[in-house]
């Protein structure tokens, strides 16, 4: 594991796992959210995105977190190793609702400056719809690669906490 991919719904604890991941295995860790965004939340044009990208995973070590569907091939080209954070739609939105006030008019730690933190309700319902419109596209490239990449699907946050505490080294991982 040198070249993780986190993918999965907004609130499904991407951004957490791969903090973690990355103090235990001493990879660095690249938040699509804090480098696809400009202050006041303006995206960078999608074709930035894609450079972006391509530098990222050039890299000998990272981890990667973030949906971002349009450059998810990118991603899950140049892993050896995909984390999928399957977690409930109903846990995904609370989390969501919980950062917003926790972080209200704040940007996240894990977001780009000058990105405050705001009651979004179309983000709220792309969380919500994540289980029938972008899960099925997921699950479909991930058994694609079923046999070239180590593919990790954690469906509840004690799955994701077992996977951390059986990271045995630097370059051991033993899979719940």
């Not at 295995?25 to 960078?44: G, N």
């Not at 006030?101 to 969380?127: I, S, Y």
Request: charge should be positive; aromatic fraction near 8%.
């Amino acid at each position: 594991m040198k070249k993780i991919a986190v993918i999965g719904s907004g609130g499904s604890g991407k951004s957490t796992l791969s903090r973690k991941l990355g103090e235990k295995l001493s990879i660095e860790v690249f938040h699509l959210d804090a480098i696809l965004w400009k202050p006041d939340w303006e995206a960078v044009a999608k074709d930035q995105q894609q450079l972006i990208q391509h530098q990222l995973v050039a890299k000998d070590r990272w981890i990667i977190d973030g949906n971002y569907n349009g450059t998810l091939d990118i991603r899950l080209k140049a892993a050896d190793c995909i984390i999928f954070m399957d977690i409930p739609r109903s846990l995904c939105l609370y989390r969501v609702i919980m950062r917003t006030f926790r972080h209200r008019r704040q940007p996240r730690p894990d977001m780009a400056t000058g990105c405050e933190e705001r009651f979004n309700f179309n983000f709220l319902k792309w969380v919500w719809n994540y289980p029938t419109d972008k899960r099925p596209e997921v699950m479909n490239k991930l058994e694609r690669l079923r046999g070239q990449k180590e593919i990790i699907i954690l469906k509840s946050p004690k799955e994701a906490q077992l996977f951390l505490e059986n990271i045995k080294n630097e370059s051991t991982v033993t899979i719940p």
